[in-house]
């Protein structure tokens, strides 16, 4: 089975502190995801990464960065966070080839900006 | 309007009951349909995985595609305590995934 491993489970942070969110998946997985999840407005695509070094901006990248050294890991930067952060941030990763690939998913952190 | 729309109910039924969940599409170019089920504070789990029109089924579980209608569904038979979640469609034409937002349901003992 895929195993998605985000870090932190739930996360407390400052307005205009810089945040790092951690995902490591064990598949060698080329493709890897980050969503955020909101009520009413589902999952939001905010970078995608296809290779180590590699990274595309989703729908919104604003305010998020992300870093991929490593194939099995993808990070999401906070540059400097502010309360509209505040939400639920899912990391997915899915086989090269992407075509309708389904994404596996870790079980998220919930992050909340104060 | 959205690429992709799901009601995002609640909706409650009582357990053994027929459960249907529904989205509608605009991109006609999406081959790719997809149902997630997650549970409360855990991430998305793929549930069923259709290429394309058509059925599939998995157990209680049936996925159908409409092209034609731009319409997709999931049937729960026989419904438990346990289906009670989070249920996402989600599509693609080979890119990005679109999601639906998401219809919480709950089945009651």
């Known amino acids: 089975d895929v195993k998605v491993t985000q870090s932190s489970r739930y996360l407390v942070k400052r307005t205009g502190e810089k945040v790092f969110l951690e995902c490591v998946q064990d598949m060698d997985h080329e493709n890897m995801f980050w969503y955020r999840q909101d009520p009413g407005l589902g999952l939001r695509l905010i970078y995608f990464?296809?290779?180590?070094?590699?990274?595309e901006k989703g729908d919104i990248p604003e305010g998020y960065s992300v870093s991929r050294e490593k194939k099995e890991r993808f990070s999401l930067i906070l540059e400097s966070a502010s309360t509209n952060q505040t939400s639920m941030y899912l990391c997915a990763s899915t086989r090269q080839g992407f075509r309708g690939q389904p994404q596996h998913f870790g079980d998220g952190t919930r992050l909340s900006i104060l | 309007q959205k690429e992709v729309e799901q009601d995002p109910g609640p909706l409650s039924v009582p357990e053994g009951a027929i459960v249907s969940l529904n989205c509608t599409y605009s991109?006609?170019?999406?081959?790719?349909f997809m149902w997630y089920r997650q549970y409360s504070r855990k991430g998305p789990e793929l549930l069923m995985y259709t290429y394309s029109s058509g059925n599939k089924e998995d157990g209680r579980f049936t996925a159908q595609v409409d092209k034609s209608s731009k319409y997709i569904s999931l049937f729960i038979r026989d419904s438990q305590p346990s289906d009670s979640a989070t249920y996402l469609c989600?599509?693609?034409?080979?890119?990005?995934?679109?999601f639906g937002q998401g219809t919480e349901l709950s089945v009651k003992p």
């Open positions: 991109n006609s170019a999406f081959q790719y």
């Open positions: 989600a599509m693609s034409e080979g890119g990005k995934l679109i």
């Open positions: 990464s296809y290779d180590v070094k590699m990274k």
